[in-house]
């Protein structure tokens, strides 16, 4: 099982994901902010991290992203950036601090998928 770590300040958007990608055998974690999410690699480093704009652009965010850079030299996990804004300077930015992909919210489920089957972390379907 590979787990996920969901940052988003979102109540609903953490529920929504939580739920999908727990039904497709994900071991799922949850935080509100790059401090937050630091703490919970430290504990257990994910495989892969959703990373939302908000945790990003907030106290934390791209500090997050080079902390988790400099943590995580021997298993780096992929860290998905997700935006509501598909400026490119934000998202290149993000790529840059070392961001692996991004998605544009709102995104649907195959997408999700489809990033998630390209890094090699696709979960089972339900």
Known sequence: MKLCLIVDNSHEMRDATYGYLRDRDYIVKEAVSGEEAMKVCEETMPDVILLDESAYERRGGASFLKRLIR????????????????????????????????????????????????????????
């Open 71 to 126: 943590r995580s030299s021997r298993r780096r996990p992929v860290v998905i950036f997700c935006s509501g804004d598909p400026d490119a300077s934000q998202i290149g930015a993000a790529i840059l601090e070392g961001a692996s992909e991004c998605l544009v919210k709102p995104f649907d489920n195959e997408l999700l998928d489809f990033k998630l089957s390209q890094a090699g972390l696709r979960g089972n379907a339900a």
